[in-house]
């Protein structure tokens, strides 16, 4: 599934997810779409001579219900043509180094050849400490993301996040919990962007001081020297020895320099200072060595790699949205949901109940993986050993508390916590509330307690990193997952 193609189907997702009260597509649009959309993909399918997939059949839905929102609401239609993110950064920013650079020489004296310039000494230094600091955050274990923000990241990818006036509650909502997930997804294609960019950059405002100092050498007659208040010509010669050596080393035809030309060409020496041209041609092949080289090179590296997950977006179709959606038209393999539960025996009616919820939020050949209680107080580490988080097959992990307990921080906290660490495809949080609502039955006020318990744990597993959904294991049509809404997950990346 290719960027363009992900996107739509996210933004659907959202959209559908949101409007859990069917205000904007109503049940017979999602399944006229679902419909529509499996005769085309089927059509498609035979047209290349292949069998349907889960991609297509996703696309062509998504296609089906923009269109009908389009039609429906003008401004979401303007939207859907809006691009996303800020695309004009990509080509600025070189443009804007080449600039930067070319103007470097307006800093220092514009006639003469400083031998200990800072600016240029400073791009060599700097491009040299990125380098040193690309590998070693290469070899850093689980640092892996690069030092860009969050905050950046985003605006690359979604720019404002501004939704559009005049939409519907649910598609304004919908449209805005898109934004969000789509920021989360395509952070690792955005990084990649913008790690080719800034390389692209780096190289560009070197190539940019570069030709200048070449371009006004043309005009004006440049003085070779140089002056320090702490360095004396041994050491100067000895900096300047380390710093050319790579320029002399694959340039043969570079003229050198001993300590004599270095004390020779002191300002305040009684020797005129001499021409600047040998120095020219040493700095401007240094900086095209160590910087205007390297640098689009890894600009490359970075542009494969985000041409690769443009063409390959990593969507996790194992999301429960897309597994209910897949098993509607009999794609793929039955969707498996694992349920550690805590300090929470289920008894065969409830049992009957996991079976209904798991049905409901992953299609109907969902099954139930349902392990042994974790009892209460146990070290969650030591109570999960044996248990394999991201093994293949589980589509779903979920813990499952009794909404009769009251959340703890060092107890229920610590095992979500132990639980998101161990899982990377993210834990869902099942609540049942048929255990507070059989102790409760005939009470005054059983309506408030509910509520103010569902608000506690919601709180309470958002805290810890996940999502809660309230389930009724005894009587599971009183609390309907519906359809697209799946189980609540953090977005998977």
Not at 453 to 474: E, K, M, P
Request: include cysteine; charged fraction near 20%; hydrophobic fraction near 50%.
């Amino acid at each position: 599934m290719n960027e363009q193609l992900a996107r739509r189907v996210v933004l659907v997702r959202a959209i559908e997810t949101a409007d859990t009260q069917h205000q904007v597509l109503s049940e017979d649009d999602r399944k006229y779409a679902s419909r529509s959309a499996r005769e085309l993909a089927a059509w498609q399918a035979a047209d290349s001579k292949s069998a349907v997939t889960q991609e297509h059949f996703l696309g062509q839905r998504a296609e089906q219900i923009l269109k009908r929102l389009a039609e429906r609401t003008p401004a979401f239609g303007a939207f859907q043509k809006r691009g996303l993110g800020m695309p004009g950064v990509w080509a600025a920013l070189p443009l804007l180094a080449l600039l930067a650079g070319a103007l470097l020489d307006r800093i220092a004296d514009p006639h003469r050849v400083d031998l200990l310039s800072a600016p240029l000494i400073g791009i060599v230094a700097w491009n040299l400490l990125v380098y040193l600091s690309l590998l070693v955050w290469a070899l850093v274990p689980r640092r892996k993301t690069g030092p860009a923000g969050g905050g950046l990241l985003r605006r690359l990818s979604v720019g404002k996040p501004a939704v559009p006036r005049k939409l519907p509650s649910a598609l304004s909502t919908g449209v805005a919990n898109f934004m969000g997930e789509w920021a989360l997804l395509s952070e690792p294609l955005t990084r990649a962007r913008l790690s080719r960019t800034v390389h692209l950059a780096a190289a560009a405002f070197a190539l940019g001081a570069v030709l200048s100092l070449y371009a006004r050498g043309l005009l004006t007659q440049y003085i070779a020297g140089w002056e320090s208040t702490f360095l004396d010509a041994n050491q100067v010669h000895t900096l300047l020895s380390w710093l050319f050596a790579p320029a002399l080393f694959v340039f043969r035809q570079l003229q050198g320099f001993s300590l004599a030309d270095i004390e020779a060409l002191r300002f305040t020496a009684n020797t005129p200072p001499g021409g600047g041209e040998r120095w020219v041609h040493l700095y401007g092949a240094t900086i095209l060595l160590l910087v205007v080289l390297p640098r689009p090179v890894l600009a490359a590296i970075a542009a494969m790699r985000a041409a690769r997950l443009k063409r390959r977006f990593p969507l996790e179709l194992e999301h429960p949205y897309f597994r209910k959606l897949a098993d509607s038209i009999g794609a793929g393999t039955p969707a498996v949901l694992r349920v550690l539960p805590y300090s929470f025996t289920l008894d065969e009616a409830r049992d009957r109940g996991l079976w209904t919820v798991a049905a409901m939020a992953l299609g109907a050949q969902a099954r139930v993986l349902l392990r042994p209680t974790v009892p209460y107080g146990e070290e969650p580490k030591e109570a999960l050993r044996e248990n394999g988080f991201d093994e293949a097959g589980v589509t779903v992990t979920a813990a499952l508390f009794s909404l009769s307990a009251t959340p703890e921080k060092e107890n229920h906290g610590a095992f979500l916590d132990h639980l998101v660490r161990s899982s990377r495809r993210g834990v869902a949080v099942l609540l049942d509330e048929s255990g507070l609502l059989e102790r409760g039955a005939g009470q005054a006020g059983l309506e408030a307690r509910l509520a103010e318990r569902i608000a506690l744990w919601r709180q309470f597993c958002s805290f810890h990193g996940t999502a809660a959904t309230i389930v009724n294991l005894l009587d599971p049509a009183k609390r309907p997952i519906e359809l697209g809404a799946g189980l609540a997950l953090p977005e998977l990346r």
